[in-house]
Protein backbone atom coordinates (compact mmCIF):
# COMPACT_ATOMS: atom_id res chain seq x y z
CA UNK A 1 0.00 0.00 0.00
CA UNK A 2 0.86 3.57 -0.24
CA UNK A 3 1.94 5.65 3.06
CA UNK A 4 0.83 8.89 4.97
CA UNK A 5 2.81 10.52 7.79
CA UNK A 6 0.71 11.34 11.26
CA UNK A 7 2.04 12.91 14.58
CA UNK A 8 -0.18 12.72 17.66
CA UNK A 9 0.44 16.28 18.85
CA UNK A 10 1.33 16.83 22.67
CA UNK A 11 -2.23 17.92 23.77
CA UNK A 12 -3.24 14.65 22.79
CA UNK A 13 -0.14 12.90 24.49
CA UNK A 14 -0.90 14.65 27.98
CA UNK A 15 -4.55 13.99 28.08
CA UNK A 16 -4.03 9.97 27.20
CA UNK A 17 -5.12 10.11 23.83
CA UNK A 18 -2.23 7.83 22.18
CA UNK A 19 -4.13 4.68 22.94
CA UNK A 20 -6.87 5.87 21.92
CA UNK A 21 -6.07 7.25 18.78
CA UNK A 22 -3.83 4.33 17.88
CA UNK A 23 -6.93 2.45 18.24
CA UNK A 24 -8.89 4.53 15.51
CA UNK A 25 -5.86 4.60 13.34
CA UNK A 26 -5.84 0.84 13.45
CA UNK A 27 -9.53 0.05 13.38
CA UNK A 28 -9.35 2.01 10.10
CA UNK A 29 -7.21 -0.67 8.14
CA UNK A 30 -3.79 1.18 8.39
CA UNK A 31 -1.24 -0.89 9.58
CA UNK A 32 1.40 1.04 11.62
CA UNK A 33 4.70 0.79 9.73
CA UNK A 34 7.00 2.64 12.42
CA UNK A 35 6.59 5.06 14.89
CA UNK A 36 8.70 6.62 17.99
CA UNK A 37 7.72 9.09 20.70
CA UNK A 38 10.10 11.97 20.32
CA UNK A 39 10.76 15.23 22.19
CA UNK A 40 10.62 17.89 19.21
CA UNK A 41 13.16 20.99 19.44
CA UNK A 42 12.02 24.58 18.05
CA UNK A 43 14.54 24.08 15.55
CA UNK A 44 12.99 20.96 14.28
CA UNK A 45 9.49 22.27 15.00
CA UNK A 46 10.05 24.96 12.87
CA UNK A 47 11.37 23.35 10.40
CA UNK A 48 8.60 21.01 10.04
CA UNK A 49 6.39 23.93 9.83
CA UNK A 50 8.26 26.03 7.84
CA UNK A 51 5.33 26.86 5.22
CA UNK A 52 3.56 28.22 7.52
CA UNK A 53 6.74 30.62 9.25
CA UNK A 54 4.81 33.99 7.80
CA UNK A 55 1.79 33.07 9.24
CA UNK A 56 0.48 35.04 12.49
CA UNK A 57 -0.15 31.78 14.45
CA UNK A 58 3.43 30.54 13.42
CA UNK A 59 5.39 30.76 16.93
CA UNK A 60 2.61 29.96 19.06
CA UNK A 61 2.66 26.80 17.00
CA UNK A 62 5.88 26.01 17.38
CA UNK A 63 5.66 26.56 20.85
CA UNK A 64 2.74 24.00 21.18
CA UNK A 65 4.24 21.65 19.09
CA UNK A 66 7.37 21.79 21.84
CA UNK A 67 5.36 21.51 24.67
CA UNK A 68 5.74 18.13 25.51
CA UNK A 69 6.70 14.77 23.65
CA UNK A 70 4.58 13.43 20.37
CA UNK A 71 4.05 10.39 18.41
CA UNK A 72 5.60 9.79 15.14
CA UNK A 73 4.57 7.33 12.50
CA UNK A 74 4.16 5.85 9.16
CA UNK A 75 0.84 4.39 8.04
CA UNK A 76 0.58 2.03 5.23
CA UNK A 77 -2.81 1.25 3.16
CA UNK A 78 -4.23 1.91 -0.48
CA UNK A 79 -5.06 5.93 -0.62
CA UNK A 80 -3.06 6.40 2.74
CA UNK A 81 -2.72 10.27 2.41
CA UNK A 82 -6.67 10.84 1.32
CA UNK A 83 -8.24 8.08 3.61
CA UNK A 84 -6.18 9.57 6.53
CA UNK A 85 -7.27 12.71 5.84
CA UNK A 86 -10.76 11.74 6.28
CA UNK A 87 -10.28 9.98 9.11
CA UNK A 88 -8.94 12.95 11.12
CA UNK A 89 -10.98 15.39 10.03
CA UNK A 90 -11.42 19.20 9.45
CA UNK A 91 -8.41 20.98 10.81
CA UNK A 92 -10.86 23.02 13.15
CA UNK A 93 -12.57 20.20 15.33
CA UNK A 94 -15.63 22.81 15.52
CA UNK A 95 -16.19 21.90 11.53
CA UNK A 96 -14.62 17.86 12.23
CA UNK A 97 -17.31 15.58 11.54
CA UNK A 98 -18.47 13.54 14.10
CA UNK A 99 -16.45 10.21 14.31
CA UNK A 100 -13.37 11.95 13.10
CA UNK A 101 -10.20 11.45 15.20
CA UNK A 102 -10.11 15.76 15.74
CA UNK A 103 -13.84 15.54 16.45
CA UNK A 104 -12.90 13.34 18.98
CA UNK A 105 -9.89 13.98 20.73
CA UNK A 106 -9.23 18.04 19.32
CA UNK A 107 -9.00 20.84 21.45
CA UNK A 108 -8.67 23.90 19.29
CA UNK A 109 -7.84 24.87 15.75
CA UNK A 110 -3.79 24.78 17.38
CA UNK A 111 -4.10 21.68 20.02
CA UNK A 112 -6.21 19.71 16.69
CA UNK A 113 -4.69 16.23 18.39
CA UNK A 114 -3.24 15.07 14.93
CA UNK A 115 -0.74 15.85 11.65
CA UNK A 116 -1.57 13.92 8.61
CA UNK A 117 0.32 14.62 5.36
CA UNK A 118 -1.54 16.38 2.44
CA UNK A 119 0.56 14.58 -0.22
CA UNK A 120 2.60 11.60 -1.31
CA UNK A 121 5.39 13.88 -1.90
CA UNK A 122 5.29 15.12 1.64
CA UNK A 123 4.02 11.90 3.09
CA UNK A 124 7.85 10.68 1.66
CA UNK A 125 9.58 14.00 2.95
CA UNK A 126 8.10 13.95 6.57
CA UNK A 127 8.39 9.94 7.36
CA UNK A 128 12.24 10.28 5.77
CA UNK A 129 12.59 13.67 8.27
CA UNK A 130 11.67 11.69 11.42
CA UNK A 131 12.42 8.25 10.53
CA UNK A 132 16.35 8.35 8.82
CA UNK A 133 17.27 5.75 6.32
CA UNK A 134 13.73 4.82 5.86
CA UNK A 135 13.32 4.05 2.12
CA UNK A 136 10.21 3.75 0.18
CA UNK A 137 8.23 0.68 0.28
P1 LIG B 1 -1.56 19.42 9.81
O1 LIG B 1 -0.57 19.98 8.81
O2 LIG B 1 -1.09 19.55 11.24
O3 LIG B 1 -2.06 18.06 9.47
P2 LIG B 1 -3.71 20.75 8.49
O4 LIG B 1 -3.06 20.34 7.23
O5 LIG B 1 -5.11 20.33 8.74
O6 LIG B 1 -2.86 20.32 9.76
P3 LIG B 1 -2.59 23.37 8.09
O7 LIG B 1 -3.36 24.45 7.47
O8 LIG B 1 -1.48 22.72 7.34
O9 LIG B 1 -3.63 22.31 8.65
O10 LIG B 1 -2.00 23.96 9.46
C1 LIG B 1 -1.00 23.24 10.17
C2 LIG B 1 -1.29 23.34 11.64
O11 LIG B 1 -1.14 24.69 12.04
C3 LIG B 1 -2.69 22.96 12.05
O12 LIG B 1 -2.87 21.58 12.27
C4 LIG B 1 -2.88 23.74 13.32
O13 LIG B 1 -2.28 23.05 14.43
C5 LIG B 1 -2.09 25.01 13.04
N1 LIG B 1 -2.96 26.08 12.55
C6 LIG B 1 -3.48 26.21 11.32
N2 LIG B 1 -4.25 27.30 11.22
C7 LIG B 1 -4.23 27.89 12.45
C8 LIG B 1 -4.83 29.04 13.03
N3 LIG B 1 -5.62 29.84 12.30
N4 LIG B 1 -4.57 29.30 14.32
C9 LIG B 1 -3.78 28.50 15.06
N5 LIG B 1 -3.18 27.40 14.58
C10 LIG B 1 -3.40 27.09 13.30
Redesign the pocket.
Known amino acids: GTITFT?I?PGAVKNEHIGPILDKISDAGFHIAAMKMVQLSRSEARSF?C??KD?P?FE??VE?MVSGPIVAAILQKENAVDDFRKL?G??DPTKAEPGTIRHMFAK?????A?????SDENAQKESEYFFAGYEKF
Open positions: IKYIHKFDLFINTSVQANVHGSD
